[in-house]
C-alpha cells in the first residue's frame, strides 16, 4: 500500500522554539506539498518542492522553511514557532502525471504552540 | 489564479436522503477538479475527479460530480445518504500548471441525521 507517513501526530511546542515536520513518501514521486488545515479556511499551501533541492513557495510561505535533501523526503521547518502557527499540518505527495493518479496525503500533524 | 467557492459550510441530512454539496470555480485555464473527504482524525481520501472527459464523474461510495463548464460548478452529489458518510468534504481545482499545485475550498461539513 502506498503510503505518505508523516512523523508525528501530535506536537506541542514552545513560542520560540525551531520545529521540525517531517514527511516520507515511499512512491517515488516528483513532486511533494506542505498545507495547513484551519477551520473554515480549507488548505492552503505553504511550500512545495518539484524535484530534489528545489523549492517553491506557496499562498503563505512567511514563518515557514523547507528542505528537501531526497526524493522521498521532504521537511517543514519553523524557524521560530509562534502560537498563530497552531494548526494541522497536512503533507502530499503527486507524480508529474498527477492528473491521472491524483494526489496521496499523509495523516496530518496537529501541532499546539503555547 | 485559480480558486474554488464551497457555498454552504455545513449541510445536513436525514439517512436515506439525496446529498447535494455546491462548489463553484474559477480558473484561467481548462481546470482539473476534484472532491476529496476528510473523516474525523483522518487524512484526505480522493472521491472523484474531473480531467476533461465526461462530464458526469462517478466516484467512489455512490458520490458523483457533474462539470458544468457555462455555470462554472462542480456539485457533488450522492442519492441515498448513509450514517458513514458524515465527514467534511473539500472541492479542489488544480492550475494545470508545473508541479500542479491543488487550490482548496474552505470545506462543507455534512452531517447526517438517522
Known amino acids: 500500500d502506498v503510503k505518505v507517513t508523516q512523523s508525528s501526530r501530535y506536537l506541542v511546542k514552545r513560542t520560540g522554539e525551531k520545529v521540525f515536520l517531517e514527511c516520507v513518501q515511499d512512491?517515488?514521486?516528483?513532486?511533494m506539498f506542505w498545507y495547513r488545515q484551519d477551520p473554515g479556511l480549507g488548505l492552503r499551501l505553504i511550500y512545495f518542492?518539484?524535484?530534489?533541492?528545489?523549492?517553491e513557495k506557496g499562498d503563505i510561505p512567511e514563518g515557514y522553511s523547507v528542505s528537501r535533501e531526497k526524493k522521498e523526503r521532504f521537511s517543514l521547518i519553523l524557524e521560530s514557532a509562534s502560537t498563530n502557527q497552531t494548526s494541522m499540518y497536512l503533507c502530499a505527495s503527486s507524480s508529474q502525471g498527477a492528473m491521472d493518479y491524483g494526489y496521496t496525503f499523509g495523516s496530518g500533524t496537529r501541532l499546539t504552540v503555547v | 489564479a485559480q480558486s474554488v467557492t464551497q457555498l454552504d459550510s455545513h449541510v445536513s441530512v436525514s439517512e436515506g436522503t439525496p446529498v447535494l454539496l455546491r462548489c463553484n470555480y474559477s480558473?484561467?485555464?481548462?481546470?482539473?477538479l476534484f472532491w476529496y473527504v476528510q473523516h474525523p482524525n483522518k487524512g484526505l481520501q480522493l472521491l472523484l475527479k474531473?480531467?476533461?472527459?465526461?462530464?458526469l464523474v462517478k466516484g467512489i461510495n455512490g458520490f458523483e460530480a457533474e462539470f458544468k463548464k457555462s455555470e462554472t460548478s462542480f456539485h457533488l452529489t450522492k442519492p441515498s445518504a448513509h450514517m458513514s458518510d458524515a465527514a467534511e468534504y473539500f472541492c479542489?481545482?488544480?492550475?494545470?500548471?508545473?508541479?500542479?499545485?491543488?487550490?482548496f475550498g474552505q470545506g462543507t461539513r455534512l452531517t447526517i441525521n438517522p
Open positions: 480558473s484561467s485555464y481548462s481546470p482539473s
Open positions: 512512491m517515488d514521486h516528483e513532486n
Open positions: 479542489v481545482v488544480s492550475d494545470g500548471q508545473g508541479a500542479q499545485k491543488l487550490v
Open positions: 518542492s518539484y524535484d530534489v533541492k528545489m523549492k
Open positions: 474531473y480531467t476533461s472527459a465526461a462530464t
